[in-house]
T-cell receptor, first 114, second 109 residues
Framework: DSGVTQTPKHLITATGQRVTLRCSPR?????VYWYQQSLDQGLQFLIQ???????AKGNILERFSAQQFPDLHSELNLSSLELGDSALYFC?????????????FGPGTRLTVL | DAKTTQPNSMESNEEEPVHLPCNHS???????IHWYRQLPSQGPEYVIH???SNVNNRMASLAIAEDRKSSTLILHRATLRDAAVYYC??????????FGQGTTLQVKP
């Protein structure tokens, strides 16, 4: 158990819909990262937050957005869903969001878009 | 962002050492090299990281080339539980991980 929790575990929805994925970091960790894992694209970095502020951005679509709240939990919002958005979404957390940090990954949310 | 190249798959026999290579020719001078592994149906987990010197921990050793364009993860005695996909990544100063395709390690009894 990494200490990072993600909900829900599975999500099935239809094209065009909007969903919210939730992540609670390990106690004391200030930085949260979101990653997408699909069969064709592999494991891709989406976005990072540190203490409520956006810190780094990867290949995140404009239809996707995220935020980190004062209690440090984070949400990833996916809208206008397409079939290709079906993937595993991982959240990770680290102490300070620096290049020596170890990231601890949650169990993931499996999103299926029908 | 530093790009990484790894072999798609490797095989090892149980109890034998395994050397997993990674090329990261575009890595910058301040990027750390991190290795993570992903067991089936789980999120990635940290294995080891380093900057220039070789590093050891209870899980593995990391050998970094002098020019830092490549590194090798060494599992000293592979076990069946080490069967996983292994990823190497450079990190920028924010700690984000840029994963390549990874190496699927198969361990045979």
């Amino acid at each position: 158990d990494s200490g990072v929790t993600q909900t829900p575990k599975h999500l099935i929805t239809a094209t065009g819909q909007r969903v919210t994925l939730r992540c609670s970091p390990r106690s004391g960790d200030l930085s949260v990262y979101w990653y997408q894992q699909s069969l064709d694209q592999g494991l891709q970095f989406l976005i990072q937050y540190y203490n409520g502020e956006e810190r780094a951005k990867g290949n995140i679509l404009e239809r996707f957005s995220a935020q980190q709240f004062p209690d440090l939990h984070s949400e990833l919002n996916l809208s206008s869903l397409e079939l290709g958005d079906s993937a595993l979404y991982f959240c990770a957390s680290s102490r300070a969001g620096e290049f020596t940090d170890t990231q601890y990954f949650g169990p993931g949310t499996r999103l299926t878009v029908l | 962002d530093a790009k990484t190249t790894q072999p798609n798959s490797m095989e090892s026999n149980e109890e034998e050492p395994v050397h997993l290579p990674c090329n990261h020719s575009t890595i910058s001078g301040t990027d750390y090299i991190h290795w993570y592994r992903q067991l089936p149906s789980q999120g990635p987990e940290y294995v080891i990281h380093g900057l220039t010197s070789n590093v050891n921990n209870r899980m593995a050793s990391l050998a970094i080339a002098e020019d830092r364009k490549s590194s090798t993860l060494i599992l000293h005695r592979a076990t069946l539980r080490d069967a996983a996909v292994y990823y190497c990544s450079g990190t920028g100063n924010t700690g984000k991980l840029i994963f390549g395709q990874g190496t699927t390690l198969q361990v045979k009894p």
